[in-house]
């Protein structure tokens, strides 16, 4: 199946770069684009694609209030948000994964990158793997002042599912885990798949900020 995708970025040249890049992909097709997050959340209301490249600073509205609003919208068939930034510390890239989008990319990241970041969150998936990712959310965690809540449903994982919400909260991918518990990569994922399930998430984005906020991991 092709994955559509739709480019929100107030840089020209951002757009038309990654367009022609995903477009030369034969599973991926860009839909659309647009300069800022008002136009953006209205062409992604109208098309439909599967999967959003937002940018977190863009005029009208910013790539958070524009991510929010799209998933507050509740699309059927549901759609991806993955957000770009320039910046490798970017105090809004937490705000942006508890917005609901699935993960963040560097904008001067390598060309196959990006094209696995398509495919990854297309396919449900979140992308948080980079170690990166780990630092700025708990960096932003450690900064945060707001009193943690226990998630319902945390109480209703076995402590395997736990142990395994812990390592996918400090960004360690199901093969990485598995190595680590000594498990099947197939488990990991069955037990992730449990994870999501009973915390009522609709990914592993979601599973990291639940898990930093809930203080089932802490930062460092």
Do not use: C, W
Not at 123 to 138: E, F, N, V, Y
């Amino acid at each position: 199946m092709t994955i559509t995708v739709f480019i929100a970025d107030d840089q020209a040249m951002v757009r038309q770069g990654f367009g022609a890049l995903l477009a030369a992909q034969t599973d991926i097709s860009v839909v659309g684009d647009a300069a800022d997050g008002r136009a953006a959340v209205a062409e992604v209301r109208r098309l439909r694609p599967d999967v959003v490249l937002m940018d977190v600073r863009m005029p009208e509205m910013n790539g958070i209030d524009a991510a929010r609003t799209i998933m507050d919208a509740r699309l059927d068939p549901p759609v991806r948000v993955l957000m770009l930034t320039t910046f490798d510390i970017d105090d809004y890239v937490y705000d942006a994964l508890r917005a609901g989008a699935s993960g963040f990319l560097l904008k001067d990241a390598p060309a196959d990158e990006l094209v696995r970041a398509v495919r990854v969150v297309a396919g449900g998936d979140a992308l948080l793997a980079p170690s990166i990712t780990r630092r700025m959310i708990s960096e932003s965690v450690r900064r945060r002042s707001a009193p943690r809540s226990l998630p319902p449903g945390l109480a209703e994982l076995t402590p395997r599912e736990r142990e395994v919400l812990e390592h996918v909260a400090r960004g360690l991918s199901n093969g990485e885990i598995a190595q680590t518990l000594f498990l099947s990569e197939q488990t990991v994922k069955t037990h992730v798949g449990k994870v999501l399930a009973k915390l009522g998430l609709r990914d592993r984005a979601q599973a990291v900020v639940v898990a930093y906020e809930s203080g089932v991991v802490t930062p460092g």
